[in-house]
């Protein structure tokens, strides 16, 4: 029977004999185990890593070091306008404003110009009336960054001179027009901010005695009234006065009405006032009382001097918004040219800022001269709700 030859002899081997393939297996597994073995003893002996030492020893191992960032290129932020963080500091300037820095940053005044800035040693003082290879190169820098239109031409003239005190107004600088080192060094850095980078204007910026204004404040886009307006519609009593350029148009608009109406004779006293031009004023007033009263204390004399004349840093003229409006010659009080302005100035955004009904909550005395430019549609609310500018503010809780 094939069937049974096949499979005697399986049978006829003995139970102690191994099986050949199971023999290899063996083997094979045998060598293995000794290839393992020695693997791992070679690996312990020759380098134990940290994780394995660290894990034999129960400690969890420190994450990996990042590799080293490259630090960011130092950069020197200027300082924002000073109109901005007045507005946040009273918290009555809208959430977009920045906070408060009442004092440019140093690192702006010391900015370091880079290579391609002119040495300051070199450099001269460039403003209104000049020309020159470095007069264009001004206005090519201010052009760049927005603050001019016109094409540089090499000529130093008024819309140079506005974009120079527009890009230091919005950089925190001293508001001059007059392109100096300091100036010329934050334009040529290439840190300085743009005019797209300039918070707007805020018309309805409070300065009064309880809410002073920073000694640095500086509006922007202040403007010669003169540069602005034609003398045929006013004459500005001391040539040079500035204004916030808004402000100042809508004065233009205003006056060409009244004129329209039959009025002229409009004269512009007082607009932009530094707080340095404030306090000069404060001490002008300080002399003359003790010259007439000589036995007054100098505090007698500043009480006396405060009931008229603001403090340096309590008078809106420093915004830039405000104008005294008078008649050459005569008490503006009940001329025409007054009665026609109080009747009509809320439709060019003015208000007459002082009253005599809200002498205590503005805590100035009337005064019928004083227009506030706030803008046409809070002018026509507050007139409309009988509100002074702090009602405006308290009541439209901004
Ligand atoms: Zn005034």
Known sequence: MPTSRRTSPMRGKTPQQPNPLLRVLLAAAAVGLIVLLSAGMTRLLQKPSADVLAAAQGITPA????????????????????????????????????????????????????????????????????????????????????????????????NTQNAVILFQAVNGLSADGLAGEQTLALLYSGRALSAAEAPPMDYLVLINREQPVDQNYVPMDLVKI?????????????????????????????????????????????????????????????????????????????????????????????SGLAFDITVPGVSFTGTEQQKWLHEHCTEYGFIVRFTEEKRSITGFLAESWHFRYVGVEAAEVMEKNNWCLEEYIEHMNL
């Open 226 to 318: 003169e540069d602005v307006l034609s003398g045929d519609v006013v004459k500005v009593k001391y040539s040079g006065t500035r204004a916030n350029r808004t402000a100042t148009e809508a004065l233009g608009k205003m006056l060409e009405a009244a004129m329209e109406d039959g009025l002229d004779h409009f004269q512009i006293s007082s607009a932009y006032r530094t707080y340095a031009e404030q306090q000069q004023l404060v001490d002008n007033s300080v002399a003359e009382y003790r010259s007439k009263n000589p036995s007054w204390s100098r505090d007698r004399c500043l009480s006396a001097t405060y009931q008229t004349v603001a403090p340096a840093g309590t008078s809106e003229h420093q």
């Open 63 to 158: 994450p990996p070091t990042p590799e080293p960032t490259p630090s960011p290129e130092p950069t020197i932020t200027p300082t924002p306008p000073m109109y901005a963080p007045f507005g946040a500091q009273y918290g009555y300037g809208g959430e977009e404003l920045l906070p408060h820095t009442p004092t440019p940053a140093p690192d702006v005044r010391t900015a370091t110009p880079s290579p391609s800035a002119p040495a300051a040693t070199t450099a001269r003082l460039l403003k209104k009336g000049m020309s020159g290879s470095d007069v264009t190169r001004l206005q090519q820098a201010l052009a760049d960054l927005g603050y001019l239109s016109d094409t540089a031409d090499g000529q130093f003239g008024t």
